[in-house]
């Protein structure tokens, strides 16, 4: 008994002790970026290549899904609010499910199961190769030279493509709704409008940023924490993973009660 005790206790001090380290790890990396250490000649062309993987390669298959998607989840709305006659409605759900709720969500899903496990992998590798050590011992800070341009650019295509999927359903709406309830370009402009506040879009650009930050941070993170065995580079990626999704359920949360909080004032 007293072994099962001190086997929990031990555990316990330990993923204290690596939350921790990740506190440490995020704090750096965010003042990092407010300094703008991305902006060096180096670590800008690193920004620039990252950014061509993660979001322009994507962008041709993320608006054709954006398209279908958008238009189906449009239609569906369009339906139940035509049936339950809440049209006056449609403005607030449209811009408060669709745009502030639904476009960063699917964004940062598709992101985290494509590229998320892709930067893990990628630093985890390095790490186990003995690549960092390499940089470290001609004075090169992996930080500045591997990881804060790959974090600003998760930051950055998550804000972009989530814009980009909200403009598209937004179109998709207008089409729908033209043919629904005849709606003209002004109309459906005023109605978006009407329904739209400041403190939504500072939520709106406050989720896609932090979404960016975490799923970026944590699989980098625990990459870095990688051990020099290749078996663990499958268990650094699976930790990495929960850790993204956690977070992505943590910034919903978050950012829904500060919307919340805003327009309450």
Same mark, same amino acid.
């Given at each position: $008994? ?11 001090? =330990?993923?204290? +002790? !690596?939350?921790? %380290? ?14 703008? %250490?991305?902006? *060096?000649?180096? =670590?800008?062309? &690193?920004?620039? &290549? ?19 998607? /958008? ?13 339950? /006659? ?7 759900? #449209? ?18 199961? *494509?590229?998320?496990?892709? #930067?893990?992998? =990628? ?6 190769? *003995?690549?960092? !050590?390499?940089? =470290?011992?001609?004075?090169? !800070?992996? $930080? ?22 909200? &403009? ?7 089409? &729908?709704?033209? $043919? $629904? ?18 403190? !939504? ?16 941070? @944590? ?5 870095? +924490? ?6 663990? @580079?499958?268990?650094?990626?699976? *930790? /990495?993973?929960? /850790?993204?999704? #956690?977070?992505? @359920? ?16």
């Amino acid at each position: $008994m007293k072994a099962f005790f001190e086997n929990i206790g031990f555990r316990t001090v =330990e993923k204290l +002790k !690596d939350f921790a %380290d990740f506190i440490l790890f995020s704090q750096r990396a965010f003042f990092s970026i407010i300094c703008g %250490d991305f902006l *060096r000649r180096t =670590e800008k062309e &690193i920004l620039e &290549i990252q950014l061509y993987f993660t979001s322009f390669q994507l962008l041709f298959s993320f608006v054709l899904l954006s398209l279908v998607f /958008g238009s189906f989840f449009i239609a569906l709305v369009f339906m139940l609010v035509k049936s339950y /006659g809440l049209v006056q409605y449609l403005g607030n759900i #449209i811009m408060g499910v669709v745009v502030l709720e639904l476009a960063p969500l699917i964004t940062v899903i598709l992101l985290a199961l *494509r590229s998320s496990s892709a #930067i893990n992998s =990628e630093i985890a590798v390095m790490r186990v190769n *003995r690549e960092m !050590d390499a940089l =470290e011992a001609f004075h090169i !800070d992996p $930080m500045r030279y591997l990881f804060i341009p790959r974090i600003v650019c998760f930051m950055v295509s998550v804000t972009i493509l989530s814009a980009i999927f909200a &403009i598209v359903v937004l179109f998709s709406g207008f089409l &729908i709704c033209s $043919m $629904m309830f005849g709606f003209s370009g002004s109309v459906y402009t005023e109605l978006l409008a009407n329904s739209a506040s400041p403190a !939504d879009l500072i939520v709106f650009f406050l989720k896609t940023m932090l979404f960016g930050f975490f799923i970026s941070v @944590i699989p980098i993170y625990h990459g870095w +924490k990688t051990p020099y065995q290749l078996t663990a @580079i499958p268990v650094s990626v699976l *930790r /990495g993973m929960m /850790g993204v999704f #956690i977070s992505i @359920i943590f910034v919903e949360v978050l950012t829904s009660a500060l919307r919340l909080l805003l327009n309450s004032l």
